[in-house]
């Protein structure tokens, strides 16, 4: 039982630590999560499908992140001409910028795992694991 409370508390500090980092960059972290998997496509399209998959959170809604994003001007969003029940998405350069602009801020934040060493994120990892199978 007092595993779980830290796995829960570890993982709320995790987020609300990443949501103050983007807040001033106005992109929550489903959304940064969106624009990585659209640079990691890059310069490919990527279908909504595609997105929903590679998601970190399941639970989140690809259609509304998507659809945020591009009313910033980040992603570009069009149909596809073979299938049109098919959406496109492609990351804008506008959205480059901001992930390269980003990269060294969590590269940063990330750095706080440095605290623990390389033997110790393999065996966290192995119980995470574990956890999620």
Known sequence: MKATLNILVTADRLSAAT???????????????VLRILRG?????SP?????????SKSSNATRLVEKLRQKGFVSRTICESN????EILITKSGLRLLDELDPVIRAQSNQMNKIT???AKELNRILDKIRS
């Open 41 to 45: 496509q890059h310069p490919k399209v």
């Open 48 to 56: 909504l499908r595609l997105i929903s998959e590679r998601m970190i």
């Open 118 to 120: 390389k033997t110790e």
């Open 84 to 87: 049109r029940r098919q959406v």
């Open 19 to 33: 949501s103050r980092l983007l807040k001033p960059y106005e992109i929550s972290g489903e959304q940064y999560n």
